[in-house]
């Protein structure tokens, strides 16, 4: 089936697949594309703007990911998630002879909303900086991750610790500066598409490397410095040379190994352990179409998720299942446009 998107006016299909997903959660088939439905999802989702504001119930300085010029009040999650506050206290009863999301505004303005995402003083520790975290000790402004101890300035990072500027660097992952996309890497910097790695730095889609500096493409190497193979004292040698402890020498090594990177080729995909996918860096999956995941099935359109299972249209989750059109449904299932 084409369909014509409602917004931008693109052209997109709907198969025979998606018609019965669709019919089987009870929604309407979409009339928006996959990118608008995900430009409408990330519009609910503030990822990194934190606000100084009061907390409305104790009147406490906090930090919050919603501004002061909020219509709906905003509690502290010690308030939020106290004895004292009830949720239920502002039911209402439906008027009939009004449109649904016209009343659904009035509730939504009027419920408290919690401050900032995570479980700070709960399963979390020293973490009440964090968005969207959970089970987190000791971390700043981290985002979208669990599971982490001891780390900064990242998003999407899982079950890893010391970790900091870095993205979807997951799984037993330790001592990692400014690296990407990397699982099981200790004590890296500046990798990228790379696993089970130790003691590296300027990698580019490498597996099971250790000391090894300024290479691309390699598998199960130790002691080569651009690809070349050298001695331990030689590569050593090496490194020591380029004086990397000075910022200059090491912005300048950053944009020599760009370059040199630019002469390899590369995987049109990142894919480990699929089948019937569609998108990049999927692990462990079947039959998807995503980006950032692992452990999914029969799923499409999602975005950095752990073991979505027949979902479609989500973003930032894990272990959802029958979920469609949702931000974060963490192990729901059959949860439909929610946040």
């Known amino acids: 089936m084409k369909k014509i998107c409602a917004v931008s006016g693109a052209g997109f299909e709907i198969t025979d697949g998606d018609v019965a997903y669709y019919e089987k959660m009870g929604i309407p088939i979409p009339t928006l594309c996959p990118d608008e439905r995900e430009r409408r999802r990330l519009s609910w989702r503030n990822?990194?703007?934190?606000?100084?504001?009061?907390?409305?119930?104790?009147?406490?300085?906090?930090?919050?990911?919603?501004?002061?010029?909020?219509?709906?009040?905003?509690?502290?999650?010690?308030?939020?998630?106290?004895?004292?506050?009830?949720?239920?206290?502002?039911?209402?009863?439906?008027?009939?002879?009004?449109?649904?999301?016209?009343?659904?505004?009035?509730?939504?303005?009027e419920v408290p909303q919690l401050a900032i995402i995570n479980d700070n003083g709960t399963k979390s520790e020293n973490s009440e900086y964090c968005q969207d975290v959970s089970n987190a000790k000791n971390c700043y402004l981290v985002i979208g991750s669990w599971f982490v101890r001891d780390s900064f300035y990242?998003?999407?990072?899982?079950?890893?610790?010391?970790?900091?500027?870095?993205?979807?660097?997951?799984?037993?992952?330790?001592?990692?500066?400014?690296?990407i996309d990397c699982q099981r890497i200790y004590n890296c910097v500046f990798l990228q598409d790379c696993q089970n790695c130790h003691d590296c730095w300027f990698l580019k889609d490498c597996i099971g490397c250790s000391n090894c500096f300024g290479c691309v493409n390699l598998r199960n190497k130790e002691y080569y410095f651009l690809n070349e193979k050298c001695t331990k004292?030689?590569?050593?040698?090496k490194v020591d040379d380029l004086e990397l402890h000075r910022h200059s020498n090491?912005?300048?090594?950053?944009?020599?190994?760009m370059k040199f990177v630019r002469k390899f080729p590369h995987r049109s995909e990142q894919f480990f352990n699929t089948t019937g996918c569609v998108g990049d860096h999927l692990y462990n999956c079947k039959n998807m179409l995503g980006f950032n995941v692992f452990n999914g099935e029969?799923?499409?359109?999602?975005?950095?998720?752990?073991?979505?299972?027949?979902?479609?249209?989500?973003?930032?989750?894990g272990g959802p299942?029958?979920?469609?059109?949702c931000i974060t449904p963490d192990s729901s299932y059959m949860v439909v446009f929610s946040s």
């Open 298 to 317: 029969e799923s499409k359109f999602i975005d950095r998720a752990d073991a979505p299972k027949h979902c479609y249209d989500l973003v930032q989750t």
């Open 321 to 325: 299942q029958w979920c469609c059109d």
């Open 233 to 237: 004292e030689e590569y050593q040698k």
């Open 154 to 179: 990242s998003v999407d990072i899982n079950h890893v610790r010391d970790v900091m500027d870095c993205r979807s660097v997951i799984i037993e992952s330790e001592l990692c500066y400014e690296c």
């Open 47 to 109: 990822e990194r703007s934190l606000y100084k504001r009061t907390c409305d119930f104790c009147e406490k300085n906090i930090i919050s990911i919603h501004h002061d010029k909020s219509k709906f009040p905003v509690y502290c999650n010690k308030c939020w998630f106290g004895n004292e506050f009830d949720a239920t206290k502002y039911g209402r009863d439906f008027d009939f002879s009004r449109p649904f999301f016209e009343q659904f505004r009035e509730l939504y303005d």
């Open 250 to 257: 090491l912005s300048g090594m950053r944009d020599n190994f």
